[in-house]
Every structure is written in structure tokens, then in C-alpha cells.
């Protein structure tokens, strides 16, 4: 039986990396996923990458928009006819050093994960709550465990999330609805490809496991805990890191 099957999510930034991933791993689990992004592009490729049709939906949103998050898992409700799993995934960076970071960076990376996060964690909750059942995944950071310098708004707005799924996992444990968070180490994608190569090698030699990690392997961890098979598991925090700051 497959892990997901009938079950209906929404997966943030889901038309690439780790969230496309996420959308892939569901998919081959039967469920129907709703995939959003601000790329209008990216989300009709990641459509058809999906094998396309009525069990894929794309919606061009902004998760740091209340407006554009209600309207996501609105889609999924009418269409699916329920919310099983909310993935917070979208994110950005804006690295610099305290003494160079404007007030806009700062700010435009909280915005985008913390405040996403919430919005995501929010609505979602408002629909599971009422089918007394649920499973929200929120995507932190090993930054937001140990912070790193020139991510001052990244790792702030990452440990901010382990808060958040914390205390939103307490008010709707009771209501069947379970709220977890993972935090990704160095993993193979847009986001870390940007990197200068200095940078992703010194941040490779402090991996015990001697090498990044690919989307999919974030994927295979938010399947388990958007499925059954966590079903006893609220507010934890798990690492995808190969043992990185362990
Ligand atoms: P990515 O840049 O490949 O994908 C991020 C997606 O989010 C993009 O499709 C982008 O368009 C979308 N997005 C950005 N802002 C948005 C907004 N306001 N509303 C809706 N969509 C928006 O990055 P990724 O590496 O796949 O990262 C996914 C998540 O994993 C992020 O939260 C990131 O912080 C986290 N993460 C990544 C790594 C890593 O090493 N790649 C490590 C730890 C955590």
C-alpha cells in the first residue's frame, strides 16, 4: 500500500529543489499535491516533471502573502477535497556579514521563512483541525541550530521556525494535527550551487559522511513525517545533515 495514497498536500516553493524533490517523493506515494511557487515558469516545468494532469496543481503565490497562503490551500480543499500534509519549504538567502546586511535583507529573509512558515503553519492548521488530522512539515536549517556568520537573518528566521513548530505542534496536538520540522545540512542545490567553491568545500570537510546531500534525501524524511508511519511524532526536530554538527 503506498504511504500516501488519497491524501491531498501543499508543498511551498515546490517547483524546484528540496520542494520539488518533496512533491516527487509524495506523488510516488499516491498522494495529490499541490505544488507553490512565486516562478511561474519553474512551476510548469515541475508540472510536467511530475507526470502532469489533475493530481498535480500549480499555484503562482508569495508565502509571505496571508492572501496568496489562504488561496494554496484553498486549492487544495476544492480540488482535493482535503489538506493531509502542509510543507513550508519556500525560502531565499541574503548572506552578508552583519557590518554589510541592509535592514531589507534582513528583513526580506524573515519575511520569507519565518513569517511563510507561519502563515503556512497557520492556515493549515485552521482546515486540519477541523478533520482532526494532519501533518505539517516545516523546512528549518542546521544554520538555525548552530548559526552561521554572514547569515545572521537566515539563521535567526531557521531557529525561529524550530519555535514556531514547537509551540504550534503543543496547540494542535490534541486535535489528531502534528507539526515537525527538519533541518537540512549542506544539500545539492540552486540555492547552495551559488556558492563560491571555497565556501562549499570547507563546509564539505565538516561532514563525517564526506559528502553534500541530494534533495531527494530531504524528500524521503519529509515523507515519513508527512506519512503514518510517524504517527506518534510532534514538535521534534530531525537533521538531514550526514551527521554534520551532530
Ligand atoms: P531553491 O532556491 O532551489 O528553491 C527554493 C524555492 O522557493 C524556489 O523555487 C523559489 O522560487 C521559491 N520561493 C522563494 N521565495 C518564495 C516566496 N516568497 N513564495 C513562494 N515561493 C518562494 O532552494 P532549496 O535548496 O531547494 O531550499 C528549499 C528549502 O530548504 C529552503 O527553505 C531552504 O532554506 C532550506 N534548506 C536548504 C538547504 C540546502 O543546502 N539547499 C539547507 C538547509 C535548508
Known sequence: MSLLGNRAAVVTGGARGIGLAIATAF????ARVVIADLDKAALEAAHAELGGGDDVTTVVSDVTRADDVERMIATATDRYGALDVM????????DATMRRMSEDDFDQVIAVHLKG????????AAVMREQ?????????SLSGKVGVAGQTNYSAAKAGIVGLTKAAAKEVAYLGVRVNAIQPGLI????TEAMPQKV???KLSEIPMLRAGEPAEVASVALFLASDLSSYLTGTVLEVTGGRFM
Open 117 to 124: 512558515c507561519w502563515h503556512g503553519t497557520r492556515a493549515a
Open 27 to 30: 506523488r510516488r506515494e499516491g
Open 132 to 140: 482532526r488530522r494532519g501533518s505539517i512539515v516545516n523546512i528549518s
Open 188 to 191: 545539492r542545490s540552486a540555492m
Open 87 to 94: 510543507v513550508n519549504n519556500a525560502g531565499i538567502t541574503r
Open 200 to 202: 562549499w568545500d570547507q
